[in-house]
């Protein structure tokens, strides 16, 4: 090696300092962070500064490579919450197979048709850009709220289609390498056999890491990351010597068992991927943009130009008209996915390792191929993820701004108020750290953010910049009113309700309207004994209608009111939508409140709320029957 050369490790070190100020300034600036990793990789590389220089790490670039695609789709299999996936299923399917066939050949054809290749190099390059990128598609689902089930289809083809494009071409490349007949049916065969084994082996893999995550201190507190990282590196290795290439697949699905079936593991585990993931997408861009030169690039002139526009313009929107037929998705929804077809981080990757292979036989195609990949990645991530807000502001697609409810606390209660405010088809988002109310929560159809709710980065997960309001349901109001407080301060969120314990809190009523909260239910209660008694099967709900009881309205009696608490007033249908009950709520004539009532004491709750003017709807049986049915499906 020349003195001036720079050393394997100085190269690594430089590279991923560059990405760590590269996606500094990418939130920052509020860019997409791979526009920015791609040109510090440029300035750093060979035609720039010359001071990260790739193949100064030899093989080592590829390995590290690999793995760190392995990685970061084991992440990605941890967040994919197949609850979600359920009502989109067969798009996800469709686009993930169909649609993957439809990428291959008409991507083949335009490479084929504008740059002149052999067909087989076409056809890699046809593999190689399958994938969409779940790389590219998460920060944008992120700076960009779409209607939930867009958001889905986006992201289930983004983390899904990238094993299969892997395998692809993996196929193609022994094909364009050797052509021939024989060669054909082996890939064809390889095809289905790394597929195969693949998914078996990360169903075993996840179930097994699953069994040892739920093993009582098989895992001590604290080394669950470690375990699940090493875990996942292991099934990719042991895949890769099995059968090349099928350790792509392994771990994304392994990842997607341990989210499933652990979940309050899951999330604590994919804060440290998540961190993980960030490092090694940066690392990746920056040394594989240093590893393409400009002037390949350039010298791809108007048929390359055309080639990405072929496949963005015409390839991309067929893929999605052909792969949803019959989906839920209407046609804005449909356009904006023809749109978004952004690729990222593993199509690099595959790119640079199948360009290496390639440039054996044939080192121009193989030069060709990779600048082609790499300005794909560049124009369909500037142009389509630049331009995503506006497109879908202009078609209409993006969520509503403020529409769910993030409620602390779990517990039984709490499900309850949950299952009256979803009625408004509104998002409820449940925050605890006890497995066992969250594994609750998730089986009665909730989204659940395990972890304290005191932290940043479980707030965040929760996603309070889309919440409308925040309720603190806890038996400690200190906690409550601080989850109050930091919504309102940290998050903007504009509603916030504060359960408070009936004695021996310092929070009180005053103090809680003070922080511009309202105080939940009909007033102070012993949260912790209505939990107790909604899980118990103790009470049953009643739906009242308020009327005007007039001046000549009896007192409600001290002792049935303070001591043995027989009601509490959960919700509030106003003005056609069910809201959580306020201590300081005026109600008019005609209003509706629901009602949980204590069974043992019902003739006591009864005639306290006839005192306050509320009495029960003819058709609550007929109601509460429905009720109950509801919550025996979900339960089931």
Same mark, same amino acid.
């Given at each position: ?6 050393? $394997? ?67 990605? +299999? ?77 992201? +289930? ?15 193609? &490349? ?35 890491? /699953? ?5 009582? !201190? $098989? ?38 068992? /341990? @989210? ?44 390359? &130009? ?22 839920? &998705? ?8 023809? #749109? ?64 769910? #409810?993030?409620? &602390? ?21 449940? /925050? ?52 109050? @407080?930091?919504?309102?301060?940290? #998050? ?7 359960? /408070? ?15 511009? =909260? ?11 004994? #209505? ?13 009242? !209608? ?52 204590? =069974? ?12 306050? @003017? ?16 509801? $919550? ?5």
């Amino acid at each position: 090696m020349e003195a001036h050369t720079p050393h $394997a490790s100085f190269t690594f070190a430089i590279a991923l300092g560059a990405a760590v100020a590269a996606q500094l300034a990418a939130r920052h600036l509020r860019v997409p962070s791979i526009v920015v990793l791609l040109g510090v990789g440029v300035a750093l590389g060979p035609d720039g500064l010359g001071v990260v220089m790739p193949r100064e790490l030899g093989d080592g670039l590829f390995a590290l490579v690999s793995l760190a695609v392995a990685i970061i789709l084991f992440e990605g +299999g941890l967040n994919l919450d197949l609850s979600r996936l359920r009502h989109e299923a067969s798009s996800i399917r469709r686009l993930v197979t169909v649609g993957a066939v439809v990428t291959f050949i008409g991507a083949g054809l335009a490479a084929w048709f504008w740059m002149g290749w052999p067909p087989g190099v076409a056809a890699l390059f046809g593999s190689l850009v399958v994938v969409t990128g779940p790389t590219v598609i998460k920060p944008l689902l992120r700076n960009v709220p779409l209607r939930p089930r867009l958001a889905t289809v986006l992201e +289930g083809e983004g983390l899904l289609i990238d094993p299969v494009g892997a395998i692809l071409a993996a196929v193609v &490349l022994q094909y364009t390498v050797s052509p021939g007949v024989d060669a054909a049916a082996t890939g064809a065969l390889g095809l289905l056999q790394r597929g195969g084994f693949g998914l078996i082996a990360g169903l075993v893999g996840g179930f097994f890491l /699953v069994g040892l995550l739920r093993v009582p !201190r $098989a895992v001590p507190e604290g080394l669950e990351n470690l375990v699940a990282l090493a875990g996942a590196l292991v099934l990719f290795a042991s895949c890769e010597a099995v059968l090349g290439e099928s350790g792509i697949l392994a771990v994304t699905v392994a990842g997607v068992v /341990v @989210g499933n079936f652990e979940r309050h593991v899951a999330q604590e585990l994919g804060e440290f991927q998540e961190h993980l993931t960030v490092g090694l997408i940066g690392v990746l861009f920056v040394l594989l943009a240093a590893d393409v030169r400009l002037s390949e690039v350039f010298s791809l002139g108007l048929p390359g &130009l055309m080639t990405v526009v072929t496949l963005a313009l015409v390839v991309r929107p067929i893929n999605v008209w052909i792969s949803t037929p019959k989906s839920d &998705l209407n046609f804005r929804e449909k356009v904006f996915l023809s #749109w978004m077809g952004p690729r990222g981080v593993v199509a690099a990757a595959i790119a640079s390792i199948s360009a290496a292979f390639l440039a054996q036989s044939q080192p121009e195609e193989a030069a060709e191929m990779r600048a082609l990949v790499f300005l794909t990645i560049a124009m369909t991530v500037v142009i389509q993820g630049g331009t995503a807000p506006l497109v879908a502001r202009a078609l209409g697609v993006r969520a509503p701004g403020r529409h769910s #409810w993030v409620i &602390l606390g779990a517990e039984s209660l709490s499900l309850l108020l949950g299952d009256w405010l979803r009625r408004n088809d509104t998002r409820v988002v449940f /925050v605890d750290s006890n497995p066992t109310h969250c594994r609750d929560a998730e089986q009665a159809g909730f989204a659940v953010v395990f972890g304290d709710a005191l932290s940043e980065r479980t707030l965040a997960r929760a996603r309070l910049e889309r919440a409308r309001g925040v309720i603190g349901l806890t038996p400690n109001s200190e906690v409550n009113h601080h989850f109050a @407080g930091e919504a309102r301060d940290q #998050w903007g969120v504009r509603e916030s309700y504060v359960a /408070v314990d009936r004695a021996g809190s310092r929070v009180t009523e005053r103090i809680v309207e003070k922080q511009d =909260s309202r105080v939940l239910f009909d007033g102070p209660k012993d949260v912790e004994r #209505w939990h107790v008694r909604v899980r118990h099967g103790a009470t049953h709900v009643q739906k009242l !209608r308020y009327a005007d009881p007039g001046a000549d309205a009896p007192e409600p009696v001290p002792s049935v009111e303070g001591r043995t608490d027989p009601f509490l007033i959960l919700a509030l249908a106003r003005k056609g939508a069910w809201l959580p009950m306020s201590a300081n709520a005026s109600l008019t004539d005609g209003d509706e409140v629901v009602a949980v009532i204590h =069974s043992a004491e019902e003739p006591m709750a009864l005639e306290a709320l006839a005192s306050r @003017g509320l009495f029960p709807v003819e058709d609550a049986e007929d109601d509460d029957e429905a009720i109950d049915g509801e $919550a025996d499906a979900r339960g089931a």
